[in-house]
């Protein structure tokens, strides 16, 4: 995937005469020595990263972080005070009033916390209002809005006023308005947070079908460690002005990089977020279609377990046998596939923890991860998937 | 008791009289132009109204009053400026009622710009406030010194000083409008790509609508106390009557007109506030 947007060493300093207190940051002041005497509040603090093309990128931190500040810059509602930033390899930092208002009509669409809608008008008419900004002629417009409200699920809805929908209703008419445009590019400021949490899951579930479909770039605000980890193909966890680390969820959770990152992490639902690959393992011992039993008895004994995966030459799975079985089968000289079993569980590497929560605690035998080819990847025992639920994995 | 030092004695009134003086002396052209352009506009809405049959006038209050109050209030406004007939002082409160429209029309062109102009620029608005707080607390009738030195006695001063009081409310509650607009929805203008032109016209005023409305409301209302007291450099109306009626201490003269200027305030507050009401957008 390539690279969508680019930040390069952005800062922004609110207040009077931000240059000159940019040179006093950049001598290495601290922001609460800048803060003190020159009464400049440092929004964001010297930060760099990428966000690839389709990607679901978060920024995550408390409030106060400078994770809106950041945001704000990316379609220059905040001007930065230094840095770069390229969108599809233009910067548009330098952008002249002209080609700012053009991006901003073409390229992105920001979704607000507090909905933002236009109170005077109707459902219809804020869903429309940046095609009106764009001069697209009204019958277009009109069907064009009409189109994305059926998309959020609001058909029907169009001649209604704001106040006359519920909230979650009111975020959808936000991420209409927002789609209408045909944005490259979806900010999306804490969007869920007024919601409450029936209404957050659903939008979050939502959000993830709207984006297989549409396939846009976002950049998403939250201050919520589950959502951000549930929605983010990347993570960026924000501290006072600064990216603390960049990671997938899974990074993140496993190799925090330090104290900060660990507490913000540890109320996190670790079965939501680790998936099946993370926390299975080489099995110890396996044995070939091809051996008899006699070889599936030695692997088991040196292993120290009572069964034992069996897989062909392509390494796919072809099923289970048990010590007992092998035991029995040796002296019938039966071979391995008369005594196979079938009744374990076979999951996908991308299967959440949460979901083998079930299987893991009624199993017999370990289960058996596999590809799509039914190649055997690794297996998982109950007891990892126990700990998964309490401490890192590796 | 100790008296202030005579010697620390300096007037403010007379650079006050020289500065107007000054501005008689080199801009006499241009507030002739100023007095012509406000006459016109003036008799033509005089004579508008005096040519308005009076059945006209109280048919239009009465579905103003049905539809922007209630079906009893239209009945009441109706009544009420019949009453005004009935004293046998309509023409009068026809003259009234065009220097207060008047006043008022050129009020808003005044006030809603210099209102937005507040609201956009922190620089104009520390300019700005304290003037207004002057015109608000001024005497009204120290307006109609320097509106006669420029325009002479009639209407036009009266017009102007008129503007001068009602000015402030309509300026205010425009500033005021349109800075209460939510923040996050002037940002999500901007965020589409609207200019500062389609925000303010498609998103800050629909928005400070019903603010403006009232600011409108109170410049009417103190366009029309104003009037009673320009009728003190001879403008012909209600405020003449009752000045008349007060000097002459005629009570029944003088309160026949009072009681109609008091009818006409409340037919306008009501009818201007019942439109104010109905641009009210409810609350998320």
Redesign the interface.
């Known amino acids: 995937m390539s690279v969508k947007i680019k930040v390069e060493n952005l800062t922004k300093i609110f207040g009077r005469n931000p240059k000159a207190v940019l040179k006093r940051l950049q001598k290495g002041e601290s922001k609460e020595t800048i803060l003190k005497e020159t009464g400049n509040t440092v929004g964001i603090n010297n930060v760099s990263f990428e966000v690839k093309e389709e990607e679901i990128f978060v920024i995550m931190g408390l409030s106060g972080s400078g994770k809106s500040t950041l945001l ?1 810059c990316l ?1 220059l ?1 905040n001007v930065p005070t230094a840095g770069n930033i390229y969108i599809d390899g233009s910067n548009i930092v330098e952008y002249k009033k002209k080609e ?7 390229k ?3 979704v ?9 008008r109707t459902i219809l008419g804020n869903v429309e ?2 095609l ?3 001069d697209v002629p009204p019958e277009q417009r009109v069907e064009i809005a009409r189109e994305t409200l059926a998309t959020v699920g609001l058909a029907g809805w169009e001649d209604k ?3 006359q929908l519920s909230g979650g209703m ?1 975020q959808r008419v936000g991420l209409a ?1 927002a789609l209408a ?1 045909d944005p490259d590019i979806l ?1 999306m400021d804490e969007p869920f947070s007024a919601l409450d949490p029936l209404i957050r899951r659903e939008m979050q579930v939502e959000l993830l079908d709207i984006q297989a479909k549409l396939k846009k770039t976002i950049v998403f605000i939250t201050h919520d460690v589950n959502e951000a980890f549930k929605l983010g193909d990347r993570v960026a966890v924000m501290k006072e002005g600064e990216i603390e680390q960049i990671g997938t969820p899974e990074e993140i959770l496993t190799h925090p990089v330090n104290d900060y990152i660990t507490n913000f992490v540890q109320d996190v639902d670790k079965t939501k977020v680790l998936q099946a690959k993370h926390i299975m393992f080489k099995p110890g011992a396996l044995v070939s279609i091809k051996d008899g039993p006699k070889v599936a008895i030695k692997e088991m004994k040196n292993a120290g377990i009572s069964s034992v995966f069996v897989v062909d030459d392509q390494r796919r799975l072809c099923g289970l046998v048990t010590i007992d079985d092998a035991l029995k089968a040796s002296p019938k000289h039966q071979k391995l596939e008369d005594i196979l079993l079938n009744d374990y569980f076979v999951t996908a590497p991308e299967t959440y923890v949460e979901d083998l929560l079930p299987a893991a605690s009624t199993a017999k035998y370990p289960l058996a991860v596999v590809d799509k080819h039914h190649k055997l990847l690794g297996i998982i025992v109950r007891v990892s998937v126990l700990s998964a639920l309490v401490h890192e994995t590796t | 008791m100790q008296t202030f030092p005579e010697f620390i004695s300096f007037k403010l009134g007379i650079y006050v009289e020289i500065f107007v003086e000054w501005l008689l002396d080199n801009f006499m052209g241009f507030f002739e132009v100023l007095n012509k352009v406000i006459l016109f506009c003036l008799l033509k809405v005089d004579s508008f109204l005096h040519w308005l049959p009076w059945w006209v006038l109280v048919l239009l209050v009465f579905f103003l009053g049905w539809r922007y109050k209630n079906l009893k209030s239209g009945i009441f406004y109706a009544f009420s400026l019949s009453l005004i007939g009935v004293f046998g002082l309509w023409e009068l409160t026809m003259s009234t009622l065009a220097i207060v429209l008047t006043s008022v029309a050129l009020s808003l062109l005044l006030g809603l710009p210099i209102g937005i102009w507040m609201s956009y620029s922190a620089k104009v608005e520390v300019v700005v406030k304290p003037i207004l707080d002057a015109m608000q607390t001024m005497p009204s009738f120290v307006y109609l010194i320097p509106a006669m030195m420029f325009f002479g006695l009639g209407m036009v001063p009266a017009v102007f000083a008129t503007i001068v009081y009602a000015l402030p409310p309509v300026i205010r509650l425009t500033n005021l409008g349109i800075k209460s607009v939510s923040r996050e929805m002037v940002e999500a203008a901007y965020a589409f790509g609207s200019s500062s032109w389609q925000t303010l016209v498609k998103v800050q005023l629909p928005q400070a609508l019903p603010t403006i409305m009232t600011g409108i409301n109170q410049t009417t209302m103190m366009a029309l106390s104003m009037v009673v007291i320009a009728s003190m450099i001879g403008v012909k109306g209600l405020g003449y009557e009752v000045l008349a009626g007060i000097g002459r201490i005629e009570i029944a003269q003088a309160f026949d007109a009072g009681l109609s200027i008091v009818i006409l305030a409340i037919i306008i507050d009501r009818i201007t506030q019942g439109i104010a009401d109905k641009y009210k957008i409810p609350e998320q």
């Open positions: 704000r379609n509602l700012l208002r053009e991006f901003r009509q073409k992105v669409a920001m607000f916390q507090h909905f933002g809608l236009f109170t005077h209002y940046g009106e900004i764009r006023y704001p106040h009111c308005r445009n900010l």
